[in-house]
């Protein structure tokens, strides 16, 4: 019997967001997709997730922007993007040839920006759900301020659907000190699913130059060190919410994909992971493939949830 790898993000949604597999890309960590066509057939992922996108073009925060640490990165990039009509114009009309459903990310710094956003690709060929970033801790203002409390972040998300039709998918920060809370507000105020987690907020100093090492001082801490806590969250906002959880933190391997679906999530995001190997998500999904193949499971959905006590 063939495989049924394929999972429903909105499941409260009039069309869906139907996924024919659980591996997607995290935003940032992939671009706007055309820039991995070369390097294997991205068609065959679940979903590509673009780069945060804002209403302007942003050149973004003052370098050094990344930094290595033990088992993971900090980042500082602070949405560097071309803006939301270039995306439209130059983006969505090759996205609307794939068969692979592109959600946008976007993020603004007041609520109204958020909703300008939502309105502006609502209804954009190409365009098969929005993430809203709720939590980047890279930009001064907006980003995580909205994550990190349940008022605020209800606040994006209702402003967002109000704005369009597309399916809504919320990414929570882990910079917060009660995540489901703040999933359980995102849920009630409309969110098909949510999608978690971001980067930590993080630094490193250089001893030398007795000084932070990247410019903005503070950056987003992602990979593998971030895993464990990443799953932590993961299995505590899928045990509060009944809505699709997408699981994301430090994954790099079909192990780790497969730990955050037994957590509960219905999908995954892989990130830093791409930047050592151009090829993780594909591998990613190929390990699934592999370790359904071996245990006799034929249906994603019996693996969902299933560490759960
Ligand atoms: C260089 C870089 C850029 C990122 N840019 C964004 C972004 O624009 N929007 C967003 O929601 N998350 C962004 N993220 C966060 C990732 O999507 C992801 O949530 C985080 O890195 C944790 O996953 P990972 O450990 O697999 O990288 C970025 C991460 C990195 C490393």
Redesign the pocket.
Known sequence: MPLDLSVQLAPRHRQGLLLANPVMT????FGYGTEYSQVFDIQKLGAI?C??TTLEPREGNPQP??YETAS??L?S?G?Q?IGVKALIREKAPLWAGWQMPVIV?I?GETVDDYARLAGELDGVAGISGI?V?I??P?IRAGGAAFGARPGPAAEVTTAVREATSLPLLV?LTPNTSDIARVALAVAEAGADAV?L???LEGMAIDIARRRPVLGNITG?L???A??PL?LSMVYQVSGAVTLPVIG?????SAIDALEFIMAGASAV?????T?SNPRASLDVLEGIEEFMEKEGINKISELIGAARC
């Open positions: 995290a935003s940032g960590t997730v780069k945060g922007r990344l993971g990165m980042n990039i949405l993007n990310n993020a993430e970033n939590s980047c890279n990414k999608s987690i971001n980067s987003g992602s990979g593998p971030i895993k990443a994301c933190g430090g994954i790099t995001q892989v990130g830093s992971a930047f």
